[in-house]
């Protein structure tokens, strides 16, 4: 398969009897060990976006283009939210999984690093930086292999910054860029920078490197399984995630709503009906 800009995936990406479709997104099966290699292993020049998406990505695709161009270039695309997981079943996806942002770092962190791999890390400040280079440090990771940036505020609207800091990620020969600053502001600048990059394996993550880094909690397993993690971290963060479960969430209530009137409708039954060749006829 292969996309607008000319990039080939892997059949298994597209191939899979696994894959998972839902709100035109083709989701990448496997665990988080399993589509880290599916990324490594794509033929292509630029970065290996991985993306993980939530509700509050479903809604923000629906009206960001640029947004959806990144997802749309990403070599792999996990369910990070059980919302969408189970929307997925029920769309008759019965073995779709969720992958989240904390699966991926967790999972690219505990490999074994031969020589030559080297990590670049944005993070959202420098402490998060500080604790990730001990951890990465104790893992037996040389210091030199390690480099780590916290950008300014709208760094993504900054071409003067951006084009320095592509090219700090591209000489440094990395081969796995993990971002901590959030969407869509990630993918965007991943997908704008492109080549300059270089070609390294790309983890939009968010706050999971806040989690990783030991700073930020993340809910009990039980809350996990039950689909109430957000419940756990709107209660760590009320006033910055207020919007974002009580307000925003909602429109993806619409969305949903719409596909299924759209997939429904009489007009749409009609032309499914319509033998190909009639359609052209006066």
Known sequence: MTNNDGRRYQA????????????????????????????????????RLIVTANLDHIVTLSENA??????DRA???TLDGMPLVWLARLSGATTARRVTGHDLVEAAFAEQWPAGQRIFLICASDIVGTRLTERLLAKGLPRHAIAVTVPPYGFEADEGYGTQ????VRAHG????????????SEIWVDRQ????????VLAVGEALNVAAGLVPRAPVILQRAGL???FRFL???????RRYFVRSWRLVGLVLRRFFVRHSPQRATTASTPSGARDSP
């Open 165 to 168: 800091l592509a090219a700090a």
């Open 75 to 77: 070599v792999a695309r």
């Open 194 to 201: 492109g080549e300059a990059l270089g070609g390294p394996v």
């Open 229 to 231: 993690e957000w419940l």
């Open 174 to 185: 990395t081969t796995l860029l993990v971002f901590g600053v959030g969407a869509p502001r």
């Open 12 to 47: 298994s990406c597209s191939g899979d009897d696994r894959r998972v479709r839902l709100f035109d997104i083709t989701f990448t099966p496997g665990s988080a060990v399993e589509i880290l290699s599916v990324a490594r292993d794509q033929s292509v020049t630029g970065p």
């Open 66 to 71: 640029a947004f959806r161009k990144a997802y």
């Open 236 to 242: 760590n963060a009320p006033h910055r995630l207020f």
